[in-house]
């Protein structure tokens, strides 16, 4: 069983930057993937960013090249650097992992919202 804890949400305006952090109880380099979803009001959850194999990065066609997915080995944490915030990005954020046995674990999620 893994623990994610999010933090770094906040009130922040449009053109604005946010770090997104997760700390992990165990072993991030043993999970297949780790990534960020949000989740907007009244949408469905949708992927941000993954980072698979600890190298194959992904993002959403909406954040490439704003938003930017990172990991720290040896504080077992993932950040999630965002940049050039837009209203739309307004969300709640939600760490995950997938561990070798296809479990995927989820955090609790923190709310971003840009305002204009």
């Known amino acids: 069983q893994v623990q994610l804890v999010e933090s770094g949400g906040g009130l922040v305006q449009s053109g604005g930057s946010l770090r997104l952090s997760c700390a992990a109880s165990?072993?991030?380099?043993?999970?297949?993937?780790v990534g960020w979803d949000r989740q907007a009001p009244g949408k469905q959850r949708e992927l941000v960013a993954r980072?698979?194999?600890?190298?194959?990065?992904n993002y959403a066609d909406s954040v490439k090249g704003r938003f930017s997915i990172s990991i720290d080995n040896a504080k077992n944490t993932v950040y999630l650097q965002l940049n050039s915030l837009k209203l739309e990005d307004t969300a709640v954020y939600y760490c995950?992992?997938?561990?070798?046995?296809?479990?995927?674990?989820w955090g609790q999620g923190t709310q971003v919202t840009v305002s204009s």
């Open positions: 980072i698979s194999g600890g190298a194959i990065t």
């Open positions: 165990g072993s991030i380099d043993s999970m297949s993937a």
């Open positions: 995950n992992c997938l561990d070798n046995r296809g479990r995927r674990y």
